[in-house]
T-cell receptor, first 111, second 115 residues
Framework: AAGVIQSPRHLIKEKRETATLKCYPIPRHDTVYWYQQGPGQDPQFLIS???????DKGSIPDRFSAQQFSDYHSELNMSSLELGDSALYFCASSSLLGELFFGEGSRLTVL | AQSVTQLGSHVSVSEGALVLLRCNYS??????LFWYVQYPNQGLQLLLKYTSAATLVKGINGFEAEFKKSETSFHLTKPSAHMSDAAEYFCAVRMNSGGYQKVTFGTGTKLQVIP
């Protein structure tokens, strides 16, 4: 069965650079979620989209933005990167009120 | 607000012994509860979910969890630990936020299985 696809799997950036992460949800899932998991931390909710509209917002920094496109894939844009942004970024998708299915994550390292 | 608390950030068991990972929830309405497992450098995989259909929920890999309203608990168990069970386990609760759902995770419990 198709799963949630995230790219890239690994990304290395310098401080103050910009990074973009992509997420392709499971077909027919209309909701996408982004989570950030720092080293040794539990996943923290960043933002979610339902039918291309932002549905909820968590602890997402102002330097980050995200959107969901017409094909339901989503992109998380991160600017002015800081060392503390180094983390595993998970995307999850669901049908409305269904359980979340997670991708393998994108590991961002900021040097 | 709904939340989950996991007791014990690290649990060690011998291979073949009972696994018990604790999770307590706080919710003013019937909760939807989940257990996820995360192997090193991998994503989160759903182990099982409680959606009010049955209080004893069976999941993958021989795990099960029992919803106990009187104790506000949703502990994860497995009768006999296997080396491959070594991972981090997250309890999670789904809450409605403005008509949409959001999943909030507990702080996780790392399970070590000793040969």
């Amino acid at each position: 069965a198709a799963g949630v696809i995230q790219s890239p799997r690994h990304l290395i950036k310098e401080k103050r650079e910009t990074a973009t992460l992509k997420c392709y949800p499971i077909p027919r899932h209309d909701t996408v979620y982004w989570y950030q998991q720092g080293p040794g931390q539990d996943p923290q909710f960043l933002i979610s989209f339902y039918e291309k509209m932002q549905s909820d917002k968590g602890s997402i920094p102002d330097r980050f933005s995200a959107q969901q496109f017409s094909d339901y894939h989503s992109e998380l844009n991160m600017s002015s990167l800081e060392l503390g942004d180094s983390a595993l970024y998970f995307c999850a998708s669901s049908s409305l009120l269904g359980e979340l299915f997670f991708g393998e994550g994108s590991r961002l390292t900021v040097l | 607000a709904q939340s989950v608390t996991q007791l014990g950030s690290h649990v060690s068991v011998s291979e073949g012994a009972l696994v018990l990972l604790r999770c307590n929830y706080s919710s003013s309405v019937p909760p939807y509860l989940f257990w996820y497992v995360q192997y090193p450098n991998q994503g989160l995989q759903l182990l099982l979910k409680y959606t009010s259909a049955a209080t004893l929920v069976k999941g993958i890999n021989g795990f099960e969890a029992e919803f106990k309203k009187s104790e506000t608990s949703f502990h994860l168990t497995k009768p006999s630990a296997h080396m491959s069970d070594a991972a981090e386990y997250f309890c999670a609760v789904r809450m409605n936020s403005g008509g949409y759902q959001k999943v909030t995770f507990g702080t996780g419990t790392k399970l070590q299985v000793i040969p």
